[in-house]
Structure formats: C-alpha cells, structure tokens
C-alpha cells in the first residue's frame, strides 16, 4: 500500500515506561493533525518493527511513501534506527522534512543528509509550526500529484504517437505490398500482351503464305486456262470436219 507520509520518530516521545502514549505528544498532534485533512501515513504505532528483524518492513513503507517526515528529538537524535530511517530515506530519494520538536543537535550520522534541509521549528512557534508542516505536505503532494498527472500525460501522448507510428508503418507496408502485387500483375499482363502479339504475328505470316499460296495456285489456274480453251476448238474443229 502506498502511503503520503512515513513518520520516523522515537517511541519514547510518544508513550511513557509503561508503553501509554503521552498526553498531548507531538506525535499525536501530527496524526490528528493529518487525519483531519485526508493525508495518509505509516508509522510503527506500536512500536513492533524496531529491529534488524523488522528492516525490511521499514524499508517497503519507506519506499512506498511520498513524504518522510523525521521528527527530531533529543530521544530520536540518539537513536540509530531512526538514522538508519533517514539513510534509507535519502537512499530511495525520498522528499525529507525535519520537524524540529526541540533544540537537539541532529545525530552525526544523519547530518549530512540533513542539515541543509529546511526544517520546521516546533519550540519556536507550535501552532505555526504545525501550519507550515501542513502546508509543506500538501504543497509537495500536489506538486508530485501535477508531475504525475504530466507524466501520465506525456506517456498517453508517446503511446498513441506509438501507435500511430506502428498504424502508419503499417499502412505504408500495406501500400508496398499492394504495388508489389500490382506490379507482378502489371508484368503477367505484358508477358500475356507479347504472348499474344507473337500468336497475332504468327497468324498474320501464316495468312500472308496462305495468300501467297492462292496467288500462285491462281497464277497456275491462269497459266492453264488458254491451252484448255485451245484444246477444246481444236475438238470442236475435228467433229465439224469430220
């Protein structure tokens, strides 16, 4: 589950020795504080998941939180689990805010991840501390929630562009393969036309022979035509005379 915010804290500013939470601590400011304004968070509440057995729960709800907010203390300070809280913090480059809720110096361990961070002064002024903590959360929610709305934006765009692309290249090898096609066909035409031009040559040249051959045959008819009408005086004489 995704989470707005992951509150790094020390139990000790939140419940007593005999584990029951403190009237009016900080951290139970901040829940309420959140709650009343539909801001999601994770915390160890009851305080289970402190140790090295617990790290990899720590560091999922880290991950999967927007906002880590460290609430700096002298107790916090002193421990190496929330130091090791913040390094995990920074490591998966997470938006970081220190709520200062008193004057500690922050541990040696952390510093460098945190020192030229803007923190939030709780001693100074608590009532505005807690507005501008307010602010700054959902300042940066909506800020993340603007970027992934355009990243969102901007992924839609370069998918339809995709698939633009892909229908367009599709389109094109369509048209490729159509003239493909339509050239082949284009040349069984030709050959079908050179085909039939050769039949055509060939029946004209066998017309032509065959005319050459009724000439000649006429030209023999002719050649023969004046000894048959000579023949038949000549038979016609011989009765006459006889």
Do not use: C
Request: glycine share 2%; proline share 2%; no cysteine.
């Amino acid at each position: 589950m995704a989470y707005d915010l992951f509150i790094s804290y020390s139990r000790r500013d939140y419940t007593d020795e005999s584990n029951q939470v403190i009237p009016g601590n900080i951290i139970t400011q901040i829940k309420q504080l959140l709650d009343a304004n539909g801001i999601t968070y994770w915390f160890d509440e009851d305080g289970i998941f402190s140790g090295d057995a617990f790290a990899p729960e720590i560091a999922r709800n880290i991950k999967s939180s927007k906002i880590f907010l460290f609430i700096s203390s002298e107790h916090s300070n002193a421990s190496e689990w929330t130091s090791n809280e913040i390094a995990t913090a920074h490591t998966y480059k997470k938006k970081i805010i220190p709520f200062k809720y008193d004057d500690s110096i922050y541990n040696d361990s952390v510093i460098m991840y945190i020192s030229r961070l803007d923190y939030i002064d709780y001693p100074a002024n608590p009532i505005k501390a807690l507005d501008r903590l307010l602010s700054s959360i959902k300042d940066y929610l909506n800020k993340l929630a603007e970027k992934e709305h355009n990243e969102r934006l901007a992924e839609e765009r370069r998918r339809n562009e995709e698939i633009s692309r892909k229908e367009k290249a599709a389109k094109l090898q369509a048209l490729k393969e159509k003239i493909t096609t339509l050239e082949t066909r284009k040349l069984d035409i030709e050959k079908d036309i050179l085909s039939q031009e050769k039949s055509l040559s060939e029946l004209r040249n066998e017309k032509r022979i065959i005319e050459l051959n009724i000439a000649e045959i006429e030209e023999e008819i002719e050649a023969l035509s004046p000894r048959k009408k000579a023949d038949s005086v000549s038979i016609i004489t011989n009765i006459l005379t006889f």
